[in-house]
């Protein structure tokens, strides 16, 4: 009997398109490609979600790869990106139908300390009964440890979670785990059709 909803945050509760956020820094192509594939697509953008690298070490390495045309800017999009993270409005309908239905909800997301710059923006946050973040625990979905440390932080049991994520790779995962899941393509009638049948 599923007792546990768990959402990842990233194009589930709320928008994120790298792509996007450039865009309201500059409309040259070639430019965008470089920001995109060595800020947002670098395996430091990765490190920092993991935790283990802050934001000035980010910055510094980014910088240093990135011309000089182009440092300043980089500086501000690694300051301000999560402003460019809006919430999925709908999804507030759906956190609360499933609270009226007593189910417990979670969060599970692979997401640097800048959360914490945009939690409240979160639809329905005060609904959720645990965030369990990425850069707390120096781990990323879709490791398997992740979702151990997961279940093991709330006392979960996996058979009795459902997890929704936008990712395949990350819902493969959870079931491997013993979390069943469902991949969201932002169908918010097929999500509540899911959900009303778990």
């Given at each position: 009997?599923?007792?546990?909803?768990?959402?990842?945050?990233?194009?589930?509760?709320?928008?994120?398109?790298?792509?996007?956020?450039?865009?309201?820094?500059?409309?040259?192509?070639?430019?965008?490609?470089?920001?995109?594939?060595?800020?947002?697509?670098?395996?430091?953008?990765?490190?920092?979600?993991?935790?283990?690298?802050?934001?000035?070490?980010?910055?510094?390495?980014?910088?240093?790869?990135?011309?000089?045309?182009?440092?300043?800017?980089?500086?501000?999009?690694?300051?301000?990106?999560?402003?460019?993270?809006?919430?999925?409005e709908q999804m507030g309908d759906v956190?609360?139908?499933?609270?009226?239905?007593?189910?417990?909800?979670?969060?599970?997301?692979?997401?640097?300390?800048?959360?914490?710059?945009?939690?409240?923006?979160?639809?329905?946050?005060?609904?959720?009964?645990?965030?369990?973040?990425?850069?707390?625990?120096?781990?990323?979905?879709?490791?398997?440890?992740?979702?151990?440390?997961?279940?093991?932080?709330?006392?979960?049991?996996?058979?009795?979670?459902?997890?929704?994520?936008?990712?395949?790779?990350?819902?493969?995962?959870?079931?491997?785990?013993?979390?069943?899941?469902?991949?969201?393509?932002?169908?918010?009638?097929?999500?509540?059709?899911?959900?009303?049948?778990?």
């Amino acid at each position: 009997m599923i007792k546990n909803i768990v959402f990842d945050m990233g194009n589930v509760l709320m928008s994120y398109d790298p792509k996007e956020m450039l865009k309201h820094y500059t409309n040259e192509t070639s430019e965008l490609k470089l920001l995109l594939n060595e800020i947002f697509q670098s395996v430091e953008w990765l490190q920092f979600d993991r935790g283990i690298i802050d934001k000035d070490t980010l910055k510094l390495i980014v910088s240093e790869r990135v011309p000089d045309s182009l440092k300043q800017i980089s500086f501000e999009i690694l300051d301000n990106w999560y402003q460019y993270v809006f919430p999925i409005e709908q999804m507030g309908d759906v956190i609360d139908s499933l609270k009226e239905k007593k189910f417990n909800l979670y969060i599970l997301s692979n997401v640097s300390s800048d959360f914490h710059l945009f939690k409240n923006r979160i639809p329905s946050i005060n609904k959720f009964d645990g965030i369990f973040l990425s850069s707390d625990w120096k781990l990323l979905k879709p490791e398997k440890e992740i979702y151990q440390t997961f279940y093991s932080y709330f006392k979960l049991n996996p058979a009795e979670c459902f997890f929704i994520d936008d990712m395949p790779a990350n819902i493969e995962s959870a079931k491997l785990s013993g979390m069943e899941g469902y991949i969201f393509k932002k169908d918010f009638e097929q999500l509540m059709n899911v959900l009303n049948s778990i």
